[in-house]
């Protein structure tokens, strides 16, 4: 059962979450995008405060899976992927560097042969659709102790092989839902390896967040202290572009 408060806080922040975050062609009209600007920073403190910085995100049986599951962005990614794809990506590896001790090249074999996690959260996409699906992987935290993060790292941000308009997509979030145990590197989805249009081989999946934080075709991993100087600065391909709040949480 869930109580009184329990819901009263975790109604503010879901219509939080849907005010600041809404359609594209709803944000892009000039007012709404520096108002969505302006509160984001607001709404991660409120998040982690009522919620709290380790709270899980929802977690479903198997019988609540949706039948049919959308792709949500881009559906493939650039040439060089499409090659790592044409031989079921047997050559292809995760970069994973920056400020970090020991960089890494992990082939998908090596993410495999991690310890796994298995979950069943709920995707809520900004567009207004949302869908249950099962993901497995390795936790994002496993990858990044075998790393060694320096003591500058801040962020930690997923450069994807997918582009728009020749803009390559990219995402980041920061050390607290990096090491988030629902946050992983997802390979599998409802029991069978990531399809071509859901991100293989390897997607984000930071459970906390809406869609458009869910990287597609992750390629690296680059460990920084700062977001500014990184395409637009903004820590993202829709917080650049479109005004997007860089911390998608519900």
Known sequence: ?????????????????????????????????????????????????????????????????????????????????????????????????????????????????????????????????????????????????????MSTARFVVFHCADKTDDVPYYESIDLIDAFHPQTILAWAMNGRELPLEHGAPVRLRVERQLGYKQAKYVMRIELRDTLAGLYGGKGGYWEDVAGYQWYGGI
């Open 1 to 149: 059962m869930i109580s009184r408060p329990t819901l009263s806080r975790r109604g503010l922040i879901a219509g939080g979450g849907l005010l600041l975050s809404g359609c594209d062609r709803i944000v892009r009209q000039p007012t709404i995008e520096g108002w969505v600007e302006g509160a984001a920073g607001l709404h991660q403190p409120a998040q982690r405060l009522l919620l709290g910085r380790d709270a899980l995100a929802r977690e479903f049986r198997e019988a609540e899976m949706s039948p049919t599951f959308r792709s949500n962005g881009n559906t493939e990614g650039d040439a060089a992927w499409a090659a790592h794809a044409a031989d079921g990506f047997a050559r292809w590896s995760l970069r994973v560097d920056g400020l970090v001790k020991r960089p890494l090249d992990l082939p998908l074999t090596a993410l495999k042969a991690m310890t796994q996690r298995r979950q069943i959260t709920r995707h809520d996409c900004v567009e207004g659709w949302s869908a249950i699906g099962q993901w497995q992987g390795p936790q994002l935290g496993q990858v990044l102790a075998m790393a060694g993060l």
